[in-house]
């Protein structure tokens, strides 16, 4: 029950709400203080397990600005029954025959929809990718490439632009077989029409080894004390003139972090969960020793911490 002010009673009292009626009343003297009010919470509550072809809801999805008919047309289901099966079954063939502008363009969007559950992104990205993958299908020059390849370099992009990068070996591991090379070449191909019809350069955001940071450090199960020393560490070495890659420098941190821990990793398993190669961690690491008293932070490790740290 709520608190709502009564003018019978002249002061804030309980009240009880009436769902069948719509009514407020009040549970002190029972004065309606509403009535028909308009309930706005959600019709019914639907679980994935149970609805089967019962679901009881009676509204449709949301309206999509990116196709013709904004994702509103009527679709035939298939009949469950024996009676109607016959009119039912001819309705669908029918309606399979017609032609629907928006046929690739829907079974893309699920495609990228499948990936980003996949890969646990949030929907921005995944509705900054549709209309990527939009703009790039209005050109109508994309006929002969890979499909797969075209769908998850759009999520790339896309997640590059919302500032949620993830590595071109997380995209792959999701593209349906799609190669790394082949992502990469539909990426420059999606760039340069982009900026062929905006007649500028396509944004997509500078990538932080930082961005990557916290997500390793939770796929090898790091605890926080690690996890903010990590963080630390690798905002310093963007100080250093350390040419490598963000995704290398901060696996190379996370090896130096892990060794000064007493729960050390060994580099085999960074190397799984950061997707890098050990030997290009080994040469990470080889750039970095150098500059780790002033990389590492003061409070996690000491001098002496650092000169046990095996040499490269």
């Not at 309606?32 to 706005?40: A, M, P, T």
């Not at 600005?65 to 047309?73: I, K």
């Not at 060994?266 to 190397?271: N, Q």
Request: proline share 4%; glycine share 8%.
């Amino acid at each position: 029950m709520a608190d709502a002010f009564c003018s019978d009673c002249k002061r804030h009292t309980e009240v009880v709400f009436d769902h069948s009626a719509g009514d407020t009343v009040c549970s002190e003297c029972g004065l309606v203080l509403e009535s028909h009010s308009i309930d706005e919470t959600s019709e019914w509550r639907t679980f994935a397990n149970e609805s089967g072809d019962n679901d009881p809801v009676r509204v449709g999805g949301p309206t999509n600005p990116l196709l013709a008919d904004g994702g509103l047309s009527t679709v035939i289901a298939k009949p469950n029954g024996a009676s109607g099966e016959f009119l039912s079954s001819s309705l669908g063939r029918w309606q399979n025959r017609g032609s629907n502008p928006d046929r690739g363009l829907i079974l893309a969007f699920k495609t990228i929809a499948t990936m980003s559950d996949r890969l646990g992104l949030v929907a921005t990205i995944k509705d900054r990718a549709n209309e990527i993958y939009k703009k790039v299908e209005d050109q109508k020059s994309s006929r002969g490439r890979n499909q797969d390849a075209l769908l998850a370099a759009c999520l790339y992009i896309a997640c590059r632009q919302e500032d949620k990068p993830r590595t071109v070996k997380e995209i792959c591991s999701v593209a349906n077989g799609a190669t790394k090379k082949e992502i990469g070449r539909a990426k420059e191909y999606i760039v340069k029409q982009l900026g062929l019809e905006t007649g500028q350069s396509v944004e997509m955001g500078t990538i932080h080894a930082g961005d990557f940071m916290r997500r390793f450090c939770s796929n090898l199960g790091m605890n926080n004390q690690a996890v903010k020393a990590a963080q630390e560490a690798v905002q310093k070495s963007e100080e250093f003139d350390i040419r490598r890659s963000p995704i290398s420098i901060a696996a190379a941190v996370i090896y130096i972090i892990t060794q000064l821990s007493d729960d050390k990793k060994p580099l085999r398993d960074i190397s799984v969960a950061t997707g890098v190669a050990e030997g290009t961690i080994r040469n990470s690491y080889k750039d970095l020793y150098p500059h780790v008293s002033k990389i590492i932070p003061n409070w996690y490790a000491k001098e002496e911490d650092l000169k046990n740290l095996c040499s490269p």
